[in-house]
Nanobody, 116 residues
Framework: QVQFVESGGGLVQPGGSLSVSCTASGTIFSSIFMGWYRQAPGKQRELVAWISTNGGSTNYAVSVKGRFTISRDNTKNTLYLQMNSLEPDDTAVYYC?????????WGQGTQVTVSS
């Protein structure tokens, strides 16, 4: 059974930086594309970044491009998201999963709050 455990969220001021992580189990992590999603209050979950199996290709939503960086360590079954120049609109619960065709199982997510 696949499991995702997200961590690293918190409260940060506008313009600040934060890094979140996701550890996967129950799947062959190194053989699947991975992505970061987020869900803000009252809004649908959206895919903001995704990465190829070996990390050689990354893609971003327009809203985060140039500010967020996705990466992975297949030896640790771990996915990362480095977030810089954070804005209040980045406030959301962040989740990891397969991009575009996610597993039905979702982790608990990690809350990121951008506020002064």
């Amino acid at each position: 059974q696949v499991q995702f455990v997200e961590s690293g969220g918190g409260l940060v001021q506008p313009g600040g930086s934060l890094s979140v992580s996701c550890t996967a189990s129950g799947t062959i992590f190194s053989s699947i594309f991975m992505g970061w999603y987020r869900q803000a209050p009252g809004k649908q979950r959206e895919l903001v970044a995704w990465i190829s199996t070996n990390g050689g290709s990354t893609n971003y939503a327009v809203s985060v491009k140039g500010r967020f960086t996705i990466s992975r360590d297949n030896t640790k079954n771990t996915l990362y998201l480095q977030m810089n120049s954070l804005e209040p609109d980045d406030t959301a619960v962040y989740y990891c999963n397969v991009p575009f065709t996610p597993y039905n199982y979702w982790g608990q997510g990690t809350q990121v709050t951008v506020s002064s």
